[in-house]
């Protein structure tokens, strides 16, 4: 899985699988669009407007939980200054 992040276009991708095959893109709503495979596997998920989206909320912050081991990884999204 990656997280990529295009500042210039403000958009945000979340990759769950590598594209072997063309996919299908559902757009969902204003600011969100789904990619999907032939077999209706989801390839990826397209954030615009991502910059209001990433960080509203956890302070800006992406926290990757383990469920099963209570492991955890928090991951800044905002540039320091």
């Known amino acids: 899985m990656q997280l990529t992040y295009d500042p ?3 958009i ?3 990759r769950l699988r590598e594209k072997t095959a063309e996919v299908e893109t559902i ?3 204003e600011e969100l669009n789904v990619d999907l495979a032939a077999d209706g ?3 990826g998920i397209e ?3 991502a910059n209001a989206q990433l960080t ?3 302070e800006g912050k992406l926290l990757v939980v383990n469920e099963a081991s209570g492991e955890h ?3 800044s999204l905002v540039a320091a200054r």
């Open 47 to 49: 954030l615009l407007n």
């Open 41 to 43: 596997s989801v390839h």
């Open 56 to 58: 509203q909320t956890d």
């Open 73 to 75: 990884q928090e991951i």
């Open 12 to 14: 945000a991708y979340i």
């Open 27 to 29: 757009r969902i709503s």
């Open 8 to 10: 210039k276009n403000n």
